[in-house]
């Protein structure tokens, strides 16, 4: 592969709430250039036109990605819109020798298949990652190790309340990644009842999960782990969707260095 030194990055979802901090992050960074962005309801105008985005010159909107990849030059594309139209453009992006940096939640396992396979095919590089904070990714690891030592787990996730799945997909990836470490074990007292469904939580393979849905909160974690005379916390908070763009930096750095499909930011970070 020839790379040049500055990579060009087209963004769907710019006036998204994630896509407006993937161009702050895209547009400061010295060796990435904005080439064009993706935009379902602003086709023919210049980014600088839209609310927000005055000071960022010469980025033109384009509707129909496809249109926008045969015009201008691209060498990943951040994708950050909906499922649907999150898999549609990243299926455009392979067909047009592009890499994909996903960061869009909700794709199905047959996608995510079906796109594995297309990396394979062509030889290409495809980063997809639920989780872009660097710190949660930290956290579930750390929270793996743990596991080794304390097998009494409950995980704790806290989001906004516009989010629609739960547990999180966070919690879920933390839940698989103790049950590499962890054997199924049933928690709690073996004759326990809810009074109230539900008061105990989800279960994945005897650790119970915990989704609290609230306005004013971002995204946050935390896995308590206890044992005789002992308890660990292991706690992640997201303040702000700024803490998703170093992970997202680092994924545009690694994909154009790697020829295949990684589905976690954790499987490229050392
Ligand atoms: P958001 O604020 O709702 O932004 C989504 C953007 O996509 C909006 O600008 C929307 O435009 C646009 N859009 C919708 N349908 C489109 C289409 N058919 N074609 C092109 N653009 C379209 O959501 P967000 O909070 O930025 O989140 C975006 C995605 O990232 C979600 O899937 C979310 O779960 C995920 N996420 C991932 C991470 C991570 O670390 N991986 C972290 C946070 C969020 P309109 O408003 O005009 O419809």
Do not use: W
């Amino acid at each position: 592969m020839v790379m040049s030194d500055t990579i060009k990055v087209i963004i769907a979802g710019p006036r998204g709430r994630m896509g407006r901090e993937a161009v702050k992050m895209v547009t400061s960074t010295g060796h990435f250039k904005l080439t064009a962005v993706i935009d379902h309801k602003n086709d023919g105008m210049m980014l600088s036109d839209i609310d927000g985005f005055q000071t960022i010159p010469n980025v033109p909107v384009y509707s129909d990605i496809r249109k926008c990849l045969e015009t201008e030059q691209a060498d990943v594309l951040i994708e950050l819109t909906t499922p649907e139209a999150g898999m549609d453009h990243t299926l455009a992006a392979l067909e047009h020798n592009v890499r994909p940096v996903v960061g869009t939640t909700g794709f199905t396992k047959e996608d995510l298949a079906q796109l594995e396979r297309i990396c394979q095919e062509k030889d290409l590089g495809c980063i997809i990652a639920p989780n872009f904070a660097i710190g949660a990714v930290l956290m579930m690891k750390f929270a793996q190790m743990a596991a080794k030592y304390f097998d009494n787990i409950e995980i704790i996730e806290l989001h906004h309340d516009k989010k629609l799945d739960a547990p999180s997909g966070t919690a879920v990836k933390t839940a698989q990644m103790i049950s590499s470490v962890r054997e199924p074990k049933k928690q709690g007292h073996p004759s326990e009842k809810e009074t109230i469904q539900g008061a105990r939580g989800a279960e994945y393979d005897g650790m119970h999960i915990h989704s609290v849905r609230l306005p004013g909160l971002i995204a946050h974690q935390e896995v308590l782990f206890g044992a005789d005379g002992q308890t660990v916390t292991i706690r992640h908070d997201s303040y702000d969707r700024s803490s998703f763009m170093s992970g997202v930096k680092v994924a545009v750095e690694t994909i154009m260095q790697q020829n295949k499909f990684v589905y976690g930011l954790e499987n490229i970070l050392d």
